[in-house]
């Protein structure tokens, strides 16, 4: 090799050792112990989003990494404060679950400055261009099995119609899913909708204030009620409680609280959908560590965030009733039979 070709291999060679080290997680530098993950969670308020952290938690300790959580109570402006103390602290990662999918564009902004990768937890972030995952189940299909749920058992009559949080991006896709069963209904004149809402905020104490408004309104004449998840199904079904009309609504749900798989037992709530967070939140924090050693992580999908399309991991919702609630959750040792007494 003559010397200004030598020169020239010995450079290619050094930069691309450098690039490797980039990516190896210049901060880590490849040593696990070393890897810093923050985590904001929205809320704790609907039990799951105490599994996930628990969760969260768990995994993060058996891998041996340091794993920084914050928990915003479904505040805004306090999710901005603790993302921004994170990013103080030298994360590696951040795993955000944003209490507002817009407002939490600059949160990734930031974080993409400092070059932190930011993970979508459950809910979407949008109108960024930088966001680099999403992980979360297929949303859309939660709506879906929901819609085809209770457009089976009530075909015909009067609905209310319920969706979650405007500021969370899953309330849409979870209505947009539900509604592809439930708008032909409508159209050709089967169902009719006395009540369609969303619940602010998530918040049980609305939902309830939406369903006792519209029975009044309608002599307590409803066939059945979409309600988007557990909690606002629990605050639906006291308001039906308080008529007498109690298990005799078809109703539908989603999380798989131990409180809704009582009532479905007891026959109050008809389904919920079970989102499997100890997979969520395993999955989590393998993403994370695989980011921070700069290794590549398998999508298998993408979701469009109104920027870009975010490549995502989404993992699959499945439909719980009391036919398969014991098998499911029970023997799958998400609650114990003691949850259902
Ligand atoms: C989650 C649901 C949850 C809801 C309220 C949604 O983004 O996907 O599982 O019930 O937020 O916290």
């Known amino acids: 090799m003559k010397n200004s070709k030598l020169l020239s291999f010995l450079l290619t060679a050094a930069l691309i050792v450098t690039l490797f080290a980039g990516c190896s997680g210049e901060k880590t530098g490849g040593d696990i112990e070393k890897i810093k993950v923050g985590l904001s969670l929205p809320t704790q308020r609907e039990e799951r989003w105490v599994r996930d952290k628990e969760k969260m938690e768990e995994v993060a300790k058996e891998a041996g990494i340091e794993l920084i959580v914050k928990v915003a109570d479904a505040n805004m402006q306090e999710q901005i404060t603790q993302v921004e103390s994170l990013l103080t602290q030298g994360i590696d990662v951040l795993?955000?679950?944003?209490?507002?999918a817009s407002a939490a564009a600059t949160l990734v902004e930031k974080a993409s400055k400092e070059g932190v990768?930011?993970?979508?937890y459950d809910r979407l972030i949008t109108n960024t261009e930088k966001l680099g995952y999403y992980l979360s189940?297929?949303?859309v299909k939660v709506g879906e099995l929901q819609g085809?749920?209770?457009?089976?058992k009530v075909s015909e009559g009067k609905y209310i119609i319920m969706s979650?949080?405007?500021t969370d991006n899953n309330a849409k896709l979870f209505k947009e899913g539900a509604m592809k069963y439930i708008q032909p209904l409508i159209d050709n004149g089967k169902i009719q909708v006395i009540a369609e809402q969303a619940v602010e905020n998530w918040v049980p104490e609305n939902a309830l204030k939406i369903v006792e408004a519209a029975l009044a309104a309608n002599n307590n004449q409803v066939d059945a009620i979409l309600a988007p998840n557990d909690g606002t199904a629990g605050a639906a079904i006291q308001a039906l409680a308080a008529q007498g009309l109690a298990g005799s609504v078809p109703i539908t749900g989603q999380d798989a609280e131990k409180a809704a798989a009582k009532r479905i037992m007891e026959g109050t709530q008809s389904m919920t959908i079970f989102k499997d967070t100890r997979d969520l939140g395993d999955k989590a924090i393998e993403m994370a560590i695989q980011l921070a050693k700069g290794e590549k992580i398998e999508a298998n999908g993408e979701v469009d965030?109104?920027?870009?399309?975010?490549?995502s991991v989404l993992l699959e919702p499945k439909v719980v009733t009391k036919e398969n609630l014991k098998k499911v959750l029970v023997e799958g040792g998400y609650i114990n039979e003691e949850d259902l007494k």
């Open 305 to 311: 965030n109104g920027k870009i399309n975010v490549p």
């Open 95 to 100: 795993i955000l679950a944003p209490h507002d």
């Open 148 to 152: 085809k749920y209770i457009t089976e």
């Open 137 to 139: 189940f297929d949303n």
């Open 164 to 166: 979650g949080a405007p």
């Open 117 to 120: 990768p930011v993970i979508s």
